[in-house]
């Protein structure tokens, strides 16, 4: 368990492996699922799915397509919330706290576990509005300097040096692969300490898909990232631990990524990474 404080911040007042050497980090879990069953209506799309997220790490989360792993990532900052079907048995914490608990505020736990999406989705708004949004709903530009926190966020997404004498330019003027930093910038404002990207690079062209991969490099020195990925390749390049989910949502392995690509113990998990089915 984590020495930072986080479980009360949750609450309302109301009520080839590419993976890099990173053994000199803590490994204590930040996210753990225990026989968790998730459901859109009477149809299970997370079949009694149990595992322990090191902070620090890069978590890969693979699968064929509609074996669950964009509801798994949702699952986490209780983005299923807004979809009405959807319903949620088991445990899933944050630093020991199960975010379903009556008592956790869904908007705190989302400030501590931050999103990034398949498409780029900036706001219609200028790049520092992008990036300055999340710290002023929070009320928080009272309490911080603003153009500073801008900054900071822009360089932690290595966007800095290519926007810093057009801030007040729209952030849809961006091309695709600087409005995807753009949004991880935004995600990163609120200083979360995890980072769920469902898909990050699939609508992005390859250089631009490669520097997001180095981004997500740098990011995990100061923050925990789960990363769904169609793409193999990219899982085995950037991620210390890959989950591996098939149909039904079952999770079949979750090992490092080295023993998952190089030695897997599950049959499906072979027969999936070598591209027999999926
Ligand atoms: N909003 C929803 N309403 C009803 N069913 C849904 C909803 N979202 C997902 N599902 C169903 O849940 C299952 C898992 O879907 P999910 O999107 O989590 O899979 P996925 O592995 O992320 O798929 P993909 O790789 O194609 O994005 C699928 O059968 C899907 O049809």
């Known amino acids: 368990m984590s020495t930072k ?13 590419g993976a890099r050497d990173r053994t000199d980090r803590s490994h204590d879990t930040v996210v753990k699922a225990r026989n968790l069953d998730v459901y859109y209506g009477d149809e299970q799309a997370i079949s009694d799915v149990s595992m322990a997220i090191p902070e620090h790490e890069v978590t890969a989360i693979i699968g064929p397509s509609g074996c669950g792993k964009s509801t798994f990532l949702r699952s986490i900052n209780r983005m299923n919330d807004q979809i009405d079907v ?6 899933l914490s944050f630093h020991g706290k199960n975010v379903y608990d009556e008592d956790v505020d869904p908007v705190a736990l989302r400030r501590k576990v931050g999103q990034v999406f398949q498409k780029p989705n900036p706001f219609p708004k200028s790049i520092y509005d992008n990036v300055a949004y999340g710290l002023r709903i929070q009320g928080k530009d ?10 900071r966020a822009l360089r932690g997404a290595a966007l800095w040096d290519e926007v810093k004498d057009k801030l007040d330019s729209s952030g849809l003027d961006l091309s695709g692969g600087q409005q995807q930093r753009l949004c991880i910038a935004r995600a990163i404002a609120p200083d979360p300490e995890v980072i769920l990207m469902d898909e990050p690079t699939s609508a992005l062209d390859p250089v631009a898909a490669s520097k997001i991969e180095d981004l997500i490099d740098e990011l995990v020195e100061e923050y925990t990232v789960i990363i769904v990925t169609h793409n193999m390749q990219q899982a085995a390049r950037i991620s210390d631990q890959t989950a591996v989910f098939l149909t039904g949502g079952e999770l079949v392995e979750f090992d490092e990524t080295a023993n998952i690509f190089e030695d897997p113990d599950d049959d499906r998990v072979e027969d999936y990474i070598t591209g027999k089915f999926g």
């Open 86 to 91: 959807c319903r949620v048995d088991g445990d």
């Open 142 to 151: 009272d309490e911080v300097d603003l153009d500073d926190a801008v900054e």
């Open 5 to 17: 404080d986080t479980d009360q911040s949750l609450i309302t007042t109301d009520v080839q492996t």
